[in-house]
């Protein structure tokens, strides 16, 4: 029998979830025997849900799968296990208080019955094969995220895996750490590993890969050869011409006006220690809409959460209408006219409680008697209000939140915050998961709040919104910001070129 | 003088010892597994009950440590069946349990003896002597058990996969541990340590069953649990501790309790456990998925 | 989403409260029928004493009410930031204790009320803050706290402040300090279930119409949108462990001051209230009026208990098993969705397969 060349053959793979939304479209992916295949694209492309297919957790709404030429059928991680299939995530399953060797035997332990000293004789032998340096007595929470990961790829090693999938493993490591990476990389190549790398960074997925499938919306761009191709092609394919056609012409609108917010040099913690924002500095002014672009998780959330005060600063100041308010309490902020509409319902909203609670939430002073007490009368005609001019549709005013439909609940949480004419709005992923009609909404909701002058900060991933309603735009990636600039000044190659880390100019 | 009174009371905190040390070795494996058992103090009522009364109509000692030990584990399964499988709220339950073991078991007294408050005496476990002083062989098995559980728990890899599970259970499951039986299992054990606890209580220290005769125990065991850090062997020397707090109320009440005072000192041994607590906690890891409910999804 | 038809096994959460409330009750009696049966007793001549039983004395049957209700509250209160508070017992026993001590020496019942509620909230921020700040476990500090100021009360009474006409009492409450009978025409009840009427209105206004009520009720239902609004969740624990000790305490004093105006030594008139009150508040919802009517069916359990226990020779420890029952019962709040939503899903599967073949 002729050895198999090929290690993954996924045919025809499409994913429709059940309300509807197609996550993938007809996909196909070739992987060679050892070779290292990249995966490009976007947030949203159908990346992860393609490779959750591939591992078994998800099953394909249709398609075949072929590993080393052999047709399978996964019902669960476990049978792609034994197929030789490791995969390693994002967010790493690992027991924090146990050690290396603890979880080293713990993994194993479910497959076989193991003595620790096998585990321990195996597991140095692996490391030193590859040159892996993992400590195996310490506990994985005192590790670095870069060992870490080192220990999660142990794992999958020692279940004696032939094909390793990484989910965009560089996106938690330092620059050093991800050239110690990807040395570690090809040496699993040398030892005959096929390898699957999903990335949204282009010098990296141009550094290591020997060929590249692109996917866009659901569906494969294209499939090229790393050496046949640069950079510039890479974020060509990744964006997509139409993005940039859909900037409106030239809309009539005011000049921006004074500076009321600016950001000095910010330097911000994320929840694990790390930094997550590096001097961070910008200027927004009224009447603008300064969109933030970038991919999530480089910085953006622990920038807006540091400029309100939920979350400490480490370094630098933010200065809102002349006045440093650096590290005050969010209320005292939102007092001051800075709201902040947070990316997720859950936390803008307390969906277990009604509508009128509901409305008071970010301004409860306003709605107190001298005595402490809650006026209701005025938070109930107050949340009518916001009801009747946001056009929120709800069953009655003392429904909890949570009965609402997406759309609507986006109305309250934009309205409660947009009726009080604040100077400054920070909108974060405003219409994410909304359907079409809300999202049109909030959109020009937010423009006709600019032409009267309000400034926003829209953090957004969805790089046609950002497009389509901002006057100036600011790429951030891994903590900085890249560059700023028009609309018109990025051209898609530009931008992907920022936003997959690479620095170039923008102004032509 | 002074120094026989202090090796006295040593080896007599080795007494109220074990129903602690069984009771905490049992709750640590269960909350190590993720699971918490706050209905520990009804297990010892009941345990203390039933094996009295099997003691009381048989005199026969070992059956009547298996009824304990079967009390507690029935016991174990009901709050293993509400907490793991049914994802019931660990604490309320816990409380539930207790409220109905302390109405049984009333209810049993009267029924079966006709009185409220305490049965007649049974016959007691033999002691052996030591020092003069006659102690229970189950001292020795209960220690026993705390560093039998406690290699279990750190020496073997189903202790790995059963602490596992109290860490975080959903990177368990990816791992191949059976999440939920684990915990089941667990629990069960750690209540039948706990019947064993009560068994211990009626039929070998008191000599017969009293509505009373829990007095908190159960919850001073929890104490010792976190103060233990979850750890077996520290166990022991916390019960030994709480025992000695108790045998030092009891020495006080008899030297110097003119019939009011004696009540202070039984103060003694609960204000000494949360003076232990407040002093020590803090330094050991609670198991991070503790008292959570595994959602599969 | 309305209510929607049985049929289609949809219900409101008003509907939901009625079955896990009704079937919570009725596992717990039909426990406690098979206990009355395997002692030799008639089940359903127990049961029916076990609960009409209590009728008889309304007066009696409202004043027991009472003091539970305020043990609800203080289970209730903290349970709306997510905290467990077992320690209404000793909160109880303290703020009993405080009002008699300030009864006697200054004579002012209305101090002495407010002072056992002081007592008790005292106790509630201690317990609090160590575990805020210190990360103690609150249900074992507060049941080691409950049983040291049990036997501490019991010391104090018998040693120091014993009546000497009779010893295993406490000295009297003054005359100028009680709370008395209320003459409503041909009724006479005491005053403390008015009272306590008041201050569960009182609570209600708290949590619901003050700024401290809002910072509670949103740090239980969700931290992180607390912490986006600006609002502190550990300082509102630590707020409604204050109130929750301060309604205990004013239970035990209103038990002191308006009903037994004196403490007996071995504190069997406030013996298990503090669990009891836990079980209301499972049972109200932790919602004031819920608690109410709550405390009142309970209260006629403990009464139909004792009145089997009089007529049948039943131990009344019997009303203690069925709460227990019953707040087990109440720990399995998925227990009955899952249930419906499992039914629903079967249901749903075998729709859907006829559908899609």
């Known amino acids: 029998m002729p050895e198999e060349k090929t290690a993954i053959e996924m045919s025809n793979i499409t994913k429709i979830y059940p309300d509807g939304v197609v996550a993938l479209r007809n996909v196909d992916l070739i992987v060679k025997k050892g070779e290292i295949h990249g995966l490009l694209g976007e947030n949203g492309a159908g990346k992860t849900t393609l490779m959750r297919i591939l591992y078994g957790e998800i099953k394909p709404s249709k398609g075949t799968i072929k590993i080393f030429g052999k047709k399978v059928r996964f019902r669960g991680p476990w049978d792609a296990i034994k197929e030789g299939i490791g995969m390693v995530y994002q967010h790493f399953s690992l027991i924090p208080p146990f050690t290396v060797l603890e979880n080293l035997v713990l993994s194993l332990s479910s497959i076989a019955k193991v003595n620790v000293n096998e585990v321990k004789e195996k597991a140095k032998n692996i490391i030193e094969s590859i040159g892996l340096n993992v400590p195996l007595n310490v506990r994985v929470e005192m590790l670095d995220v870069g060992v870490q990961q080192r220990v999660e790829i142990l794992k999958v090693l020692m279940r004696d895996a032939k094909i390793l999938i990484l989910d965009e493993p560089t996106s938690v490591l330092t620059p050093t750490e991800v050239n110690e990476f990807l040395e570690m990389l090809r040496k699993l190549k040398k030892m005959g590993i096929t390898i699957i790398f999903i990335t949204h960074k282009l010098k990296e997925a141009k550094s290591i890969t020997d060929s590249i499938t692109i996917l866009r919306k659901g569906r494969v761009v294209d499939v090229v050869e790393t050496n046949k191709v640069n950079e510039i092609d890479l974020a060509k394919m990744m964006i997509g011409r139409e993005t940039i056609l859909k900037i409106p012409e030239k809309r009539s609108r005011p000049e921006a006006g004074s500076v009321i917010l600016k950001v000095e040099n910010l330097h911000v913690r994320d929840d694990k220690g790390l930094l997550a924002v590096k001097g961070v500095s910008f200027i927004l002014r009224e009447g603008e809409i300064l969109g933030l672009a970038g991919v999530q998780g480089n910085g953006q959330r622990e920038l807006v959460e540091a400029i309100i005060g939920y979350r400490p600063v480490e370094k630098g100041r933010v200065i809102f209408m002349g006045e440093d308010v650096t590290g005050r309490s969010p209320s005292e902020i939102y007092g001051k006219g800075l709201a902040y509409i947070p990316d997720s319902r859950a936390i803008g909203l307390v969906l277990d409680m009604d509508v009128i609670s ?41 429904a909890p939140v949570k009965y609402l439909s997406g759309g609507n609940q986006q109305r309250l949480l934009v309205g409660r915050e947009v009726i009080w004419k604040p100077k400054v709005i920070i909108a974060a992923e405003p219409t994410h998961g909304l359907d079409i009609a809300a999202t049109e909404y909030i959109r020009s909701l937010l423009v006709e709040l600019r032409d009267r002058g309000t400034a926003i900060l829209l953090v957004s991933t969805d790089l046609d919104e950002i497009f389509q309603l901002s006057d100036r735009i600011a790429v951030i990636y891994e903590g900085e910001i890249m560059a700023t600039g028009r609309p018109e000044e990025f051209t898609p190659e530009k931008l992907g070129l920022l936003m997959g880390g690479v620095k170039c100019q923008v102004k032509s | 003088m002074e120094l026989n009174i202090i090796a006295n009371l040593l080896i007599i905190s080795l007494v109220p010892m074990v129903p602690l040390l069984l009771g905490s070795v049992g709750e640590i494996v269960a909350e190590k597994a993720g699971v918490v058992n706050i209905g520990i103090e009804g297990i010892f009522l009941l345990s203390a009950l039933t094996s009295a009364v099997i003691d009381f109509f048989t005199g026969n000692l070992i059956l009547a440590i298996l009824t304990g030990i079967v ?27 207790n409220m109905l073991a302390y109405g049984l078991c009333v209810i049993s007294l009267v029924t079966i003896w006709e009185t409220f408050g305490s049965s007649p005496p049974v016959k007691t476990v033999p002691k052996l002597k030591i020092f003069d002083l006659r102690v229970s062989p189950l001292v020795i098995v209960s220690i026993a058990i705390a560093l039998v559980t406690w290699y279990f728990l750190f020496k073997t890899n189903t202790g790995l996969r059963l602490r596992a599970c109290g860490e975080d259970p959903r990177a368990a499951e990816t791992m191949g541990v059976n999440v939920m039986r684990t915990r089941f299992l667990a629990t069960v054990y750690g209540a039948m340590l706990a019947g064993l606890g009560g068994a211990y209580l009626s039929i070998d220290w008191v000599g017969q069953f009293t509505r009373e005769i829990a ?28 025992g000695f707090f108790e045998a030092l109320s009891i020495y006080l009440s008899i030297r110097y309790g003119q019939f009011a005072l004696v009540y202070l000192f039984k103060t003694i041994p609960y204000l000494g456990t949360i003076a232990v607590t407040i002093i020590f906690v803090g330094r050991a890891k609670t198991p991070a998925a503790l008292g959570k409910p595994y959602i599969k999804e | 989403m309305s209510s929607k038809k049985l049929g289609k096994l949809e219900f409101t959460e008003y509907e939901f409260f009625i079955i896990e409330t009704t079937g919570s009750v009725a596992a717990g009696l039909i426990v406690s029928g098979i206990i009355l049966a395997i002692l030799g007793y008639n089940p359903l001549r127990g049961l029916s004493l076990l609960l009409f039983g209590g009728i008889r004395n309304p007066d009696y049957l409202l004043s027991r009410a009472t003091f539970i209700m305020m043990t609800g509250l203080a289970f209730a209160i903290p349970m709306y930031a997510g905290l467990f508070n077992i320690n209404g017992e000793g909160e109880m026993y303290i703020g009993g204790l405080t009002a008699l001590l300030v009864a006697i020496y200054t004579g002012n019942g209305f101090l002495a009320i407010l002072m056992g509620g002081f007592a008790g909230a005292v106790l509630g921020l201690i317990i609090s803050v160590l575990r805020v700040y210190r990360g103690v476990n609150e249900v074992v500090t507060a049941i080691m706290l409950n049983m040291a100021i049990y036997y501490m009360i019991i010391y104090l009474i018998t040693a120091k402040l014993y009546d000497p006409v009779a010893p295993h009492e406490s000295l009297k409450v003054p005359a100028s300090a009680r709370f008395g009978l209320l003459k409503l025409g041909v009724f006479r009840i005491h005053i403390i279930f008015p009272l306590a009427l008041i201050f569960i209105a009182f609570s209600y206004y708290i949590l619901y119409f003050t700024k401290l009520g809002y910072e509670i009720r949103v740090s239980g239902l969700s931290p992180a949108s607390a912490k986006y609004a600006g609002i502190d969740p550990n300082k509102a624990m630590i707020n409604s462990m204050i109130l929750g000790g301060f309604f205990a305490g004013v239970g035990g ?7 037994m105006y004196y403490m007996d030594s071995m504190l069997t008139s406030m013996h298990g209230m503090g669990f009891d009150g836990i079980g209301v508040a499972l049972m109200g919802r932790n919602n004031p009026i819920g608690i109410v009517l709550a405390s009142i069916f309970f209260s006629m359990l403990i009464l139909g208990s004792q009145r089997m226990q009089l007529l049948m020779r039943v131990p009344k420890e019997l009303a203690d098993a069925l709460s227990g029952v019953i707040i087990i019962a109440f720990s399995l709040p998925y227990a009955y969705r899952m249930l419906i939503s499992y039914l629903r899903t079967r249901r749903m599967i075998k729709v859907g397969a006829e559908h899609h073949s």
């Open chain 3, 253 to 259: 004093a209103l038990n002191v001051i308006g009903f």
């Open chain 2, 71 to 97: 009390t507690g584990t029935g016991l174990g399964i009901l709050h293993g069946i509400i907490s793991v499988y049914l994802r019931g709220d660990q604490i309320v339950a816990g409380v539930g349990v």
């Open chain 2, 215 to 242: 007095a908190g125990r159960g919850f001073i065991a929890l104490a010792n649990v976190a103060f233990s850090g979850w750890n077996p062997l520290i166990a022991i020397a916390g019960a030994f501790i709480f």
């Open chain 1, 358 to 398: 509901n409305s008071i939430l970010t301004r409860l002073k306003n709605f107190l008697s001298k005595g402490g007490r809650i006026v209701w009368d005025k938070a109930q005609s107050f949340s009518s209000k916001i009801v009747k001019d946001f056009e929120v549709v709800i069953d009655s005013l003392k």
